[in-house]
C-alpha cells in the first residue's frame, strides 16, 4: 500500500524549459511535503519543503504547489539547467504525536534529464 | 562539519551470511534513521532512534534485521541472515529536530549497497 505515489518514472526536457514533477499521496494525515533530489552514488539532499496550510512555495528556480483536495503535489523547475538532472523524490508526512515521530514517507522517484 | 557517513559503501554477500553497516551521523543529531531503497522503487522507512533509544522501528522488514545505536552516537544495522530480496541501498539520514521545524533538515548518507546473491 503506497501512500505517496510518481507515476513517472522519467522526463525529458530542454535547457531552459520548464520541468514539473507530479506527486500524488492518499493519506489525508500527511500534512506536510518534501522534494529531495539525488544524483547517482550520493544520498537525497532536501530541496524544498511545503506545509499543508500553504499551496505554494518558492525557492529561486524551484517551486512547489500544493492540491489538498486532489492530493497532489508538484514541483516545477523553470528554467531547466543540466545541472538539474538526477532523481526526485517527493515525500510526505504526519503530524508529530499519535505514534508519529516524524518519518519520512518517499515516493518512487521520477528521474529528470535536461538536456542542453 | 563532516556529513552524515555510511560504511561500507558496498557489499557482496552470500544468502545466509550476516552484514552489519555501520552510520555515523552529523555529530549533535539526536535523531538517526535507516532507509532502504529496493530495485529503484520507493525509499522506504525503516526506523528512527532518537540519541540511544528506538523511537519507532515499525519498518524493520523481519527479525532478521537487528539496528543498535549504543551511545547515542554511531548506529549499526545488521542483517542476519540474509536473504536475496534484502538487496538494495541502506541510507542513514541525521537530523537535529523534527523535518518539520528550523533546524529539522534530514541529511542523508551516500547509502550502503548491499547485494546478496
Known amino acids: 500500500d503506497q501512500q505517496v505515489k510518481q507515476n513517472s518514472p522519467s522526463l525529458s526536457v530542454q535547457e531552459g524549459r520548464i520541468s514539473i514533477l507530479n506527486c500524488d499521496y492518499t493519506n489525508s494525515m500527511f500534512d506536510y511535503f518534501l522534494w529531495y533530489k539525488k544524483y547517482p552514488a550520493e544520498g537525497p539532499t532536501f530541496l524544498i519543503s511545503i506545509s499543508s496550510i500553504k499551496d505554494k512555495n518558492e525557492d529561486g528556480r524551484f517551486t512547489v504547489f500544493l492540491n489538498k483536495s486532489a492530493k497532489h503535489l508538484s514541483l516545477h523547475i523553470v528554467p531547466s539547467q543540466p545541472g538539474d538532472s538526477a532523481v526526485y523524490f517527493c515525500?510526505?508526512?504526519?503530524?508529530?504525536?499519535?505514534?508519529?515521530?516524524?518519518?519520512?514517507?518517499f515516493g518512487q522517484g521520477t528521474t529528470l534529464q535536461v538536456k542542453p | 562539519e563532516a556529513g552524515v557517513t555510511q560504511f561500507p559503501s558496498h557489499s557482496v554477500i552470500e544468502k545466509g551470511q550476516t552484514v552489519t553497516l555501520r552510520c555515523d551521523p552529523i555529530s549533535g543529531h539526536d535523531n538517526l534513521y535507516w532507509y532502504r531503497r529496493v530495485m529503484g522503487k520507493e525509499i522506504k522507512f525503516l526506523l528512527h532512534f532518537v540519541k540511544e533509544s528506538k523511537q519507532d522501528e515499525s519498518g524493520m522488514p523481519n527479525n532478521r534485521f537487528l539496528a543498535e545505536r549504543t551511545g547515542g552516537t554511531y548506529s549499526t544495522l545488521k542483517v542476519q541472515p540474509a536473504e536475496l530480496e534484502d538487496s538494495g541501498v541502506y541510507f542513514c539520514?541525521?537530523?537535529?529536530?523534527?523535518?518539520?521545524?528550523?533546524?529539522?533538515?534530514?541529511?542523508f548518507g551516500e547509502g550502503s549497497r548491499l547485494t546478496v546473491l
Open positions: 515525500a510526505a508526512t504526519n503530524k508529530p504525536g499519535s505514534g508519529n515521530t516524524g518519518k519520512l514517507i
Open positions: 539520514a541525521s537530523s537535529q529536530d523534527l523535518v518539520r521545524v528550523p533546524g529539522g533538515e534530514l541529511f
